[in-house]
């Protein structure tokens, strides 16, 4: 194929199938090296400063396949910007995206431009933040985004390649707070948004951008370009004494449905888009600053046969933000009230290209019970049962009825936050007699705003779950708090200094809820089936006692107070 005028390509972490299994998708997050590990440590004789060993995240992590060189599949948001630069005017022989292990191949003096799509490259998402003691360690996503980094260096260095490299997606705003990654990544610019950490939509924009960037448009700050228009923001940045100057290009769009392209290729997990934006407004979330928008089902039927014919998907991951509030008019549904007929027709098309299975990626507690009819018609469309459990990621967020009040009222529209901890017990029932499975996630140190108490109401609220449904099936993850959305200007939640007893405590109750009811009751009856679903249950089970002991001992360390809870903990919320 040669070197393409435009290279597009994302690093390991983000081009991998984990071998089916949906929950590993997030293994990125995981520790990989610990740079403080004391040499005569019993785990730096064993491991050096490996944490999670590479050998198994290597296993799990499997590399997508390729067709030489070229990706097979690519993340979703990648495949948009592939679709729109096709569609601008560049040919199949000037864009290609390209398999993260095969780079070079695709480097030369004719490469203008290497694109590369991010979401967490510095390892400062809130899951990772949680794994690595708010970035003490250093995650997979970061060591493998360097790598993809330092194979883009050489390779350019080796051909004389002037390529412009340029990062983009919603992981960028974190080169803010560690700007000497863009000089040492060898970055010529960073694409971001203006608000709250979300990456700008280029959907419609996606020639004019890599068109200025090749015409060299992006060389110096234009003050008269147009509000709307790419806007380059050369910024200085202060560190150790020295100043760093770095290119930043702002941009904002709300592009139309008919301005998004369809992707023309296949993308990671069968993923396909069916509205942007959310509406609820927590102010801790910057997914819901893009505005609401639905694709109508036809756009997303055209989709799913594009992953279907061209890269053999047999089930689609929705991506919603909340599936329930697809279709709605928030004009008119004041109480957010779920527009049931939109979501049978969407599911009725989305099952009529055949897919064996789909299930959306986020939906809210609340959405799913404001309509009782709601979730038993849309189970019997898309066939749910207890051998096809329908997984879907869930806001948990706190037990603490006045941070609920206070940073995601909405979240609970129609109902009140008085009444979360009802939402909270009624929706895992009526999810779970559904047959669909939430995976919580908590926000431990919300806005540096949460008291003892507001975390015990969260352990105890898990607890009164598993006592009052101890049937119930759900997972819960506590993860930290990271200033994006409307709180930007926060401070990140310093899990590694600042977690108080009770904050070590609801990462305890969650872990042991996990192992307990996840993955020793129900775990084995979701993912990817046959033998690799239970050899992958087998290693869970045998490793998932682990963090529990870790955090024993890390109370022990820390403080009388931090072991008491612990104790507590296993004495009433057991
Ligand atoms: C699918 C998904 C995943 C999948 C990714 C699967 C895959 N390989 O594709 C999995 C489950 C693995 C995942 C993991 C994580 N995720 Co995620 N994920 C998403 C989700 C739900 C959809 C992403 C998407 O496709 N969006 C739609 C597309 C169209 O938008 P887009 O990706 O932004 O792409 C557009 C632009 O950014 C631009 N663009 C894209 N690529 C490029 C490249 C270049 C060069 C340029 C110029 C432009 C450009 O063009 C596209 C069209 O406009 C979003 C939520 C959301 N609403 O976006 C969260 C989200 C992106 N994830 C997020 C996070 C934080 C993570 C994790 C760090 C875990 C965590 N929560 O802590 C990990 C990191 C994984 C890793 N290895 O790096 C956050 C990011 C928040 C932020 N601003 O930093 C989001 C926004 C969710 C949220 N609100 O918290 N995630
Ligand atoms: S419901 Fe979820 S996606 Fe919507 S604003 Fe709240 S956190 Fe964000």
Redo the contacts with the bound molecule.
Sequence with gaps: MGTPKIV?T??R???SPYRGLSLA??F??APALDPHRKKNSFWYKILGNQVTPKILFDFICNYIPHTNGVANYA????R??EA?LLRDGFSRQDVVVAHPDHIEQFIGPETEVI??????PLG??????TFTYGRKQISY?EFY?TELHYRIKAAKAKTGSKAKV??????T??YNYDPEKIEEFGIYAI?EGELG???????GH?GR?FNYLINGDFENMDPFRKRSDFKVNIKEFERNGKKIHARFVNFWAR?DIDEIPNIVEP???G?V?VM?GCGRGCKF???TL?SLRYYPPEKVVQEIEVNMKKGGAKSA?I?S?DIFVYGMDPRTAKGMEPNREALEELFTAIMSTGVEHTNP??GTLAGAIADEKLLPNLSKIIKASPDNLIGVQVGFETGSLRLIEKYADRKLAPYKPEEWHWVVKEGVKTMNENYWIPAFTLIMGLDNDETPEDSWDSIRLISELEQEQPDAMFTATA?TF?P?GLLEKSDFFNIGNEMTAAQLGVLYKTWQHNLKYGIKKFMNRTGAKGPRRLFFNAIARSLGGIPLGAMERYARRKSKEHERVIEIIKAKYW
């Design positions: 597009l994302a690093d972490t983000l081009m998708t997030f990125g997050c993340p979703y948001g990648l948009k910007l729109g694109g590369t799509y991010e979401m967490d400062m998402g809130p899951v990772t933040m996503d985004n340029i990062s983009g997606a919603s992981g705003w974190q694409l950490g979300i990456a700008p939509e280029i959907d996606a951008f592009p993308s990671m997990h993923m888009e942007r979330c910057d997914v893009r991951w991506h933000d990626t986020h993860l990271v994006i």
